[in-house]
């Protein structure tokens, strides 16, 4: 299941994207990601939410400036992106995972089984 993501873009530093990304339609969803990786370089978490309580945790990096939300009726989530840096480059995914696993564990790729397709943001100075 790949799942659907939208909203990148081109804006400059200082500027705000909103992503977006439609759940799976399968029953049990435990949380949902954001993850990016940036030319060269590994992907890396960005934030998290539990599906049912709506707990969030983020990466040091976004902390502040990033905000991740979902709507359970509408199975989506969004990520919120202000006062975005040139660093913030990357192509963005979002991710569902359908495990229970301990929360700290949610902030690893190995927790999630469906992904989008990725999405590019790019903040120019």
């Known amino acids: 299941v790949q799942l659907q993501a939208s909203g990148g873009g081109s804006v400059q530093a200082g500027g705000s994207l909103r992503l977006s990304c439609a759940a799976s339609?399968?029953?049990?969803?435990?949380?949902m990601a954001w993850f990016r990786q940036a030319l060269g370089k590994e992907r890396e978490f960005v934030a998290t939410i539990a599906w049912s309580g709506g707990s969030t945790n983020y990466a040091d990096s976004v902390k502040g400036r990033f905000t991740i939300s979902r709507d359970k009726s509408e199975k989506m989530v969004w990520l919120q992106m202000n006062n975005l840096k040139p660093e913030d480059t990357a192509v963005y995914y979002c991710?569902?995972?359908?495990?229970?696993?301990?929360?700290?564990?949610?902030?690893?790729?190995?927790?999630?089984?469906?992904w989008g397709q990725g999405t590019q943001v790019t903040v120019s100075s």
């Open positions: 339609e399968r029953t049990f969803i435990f949380a």
């Open positions: 991710a569902e995972g359908g495990t229970l696993y301990s929360s700290p564990y949610y902030s690893t790729s190995g927790a999630y089984d469906y």
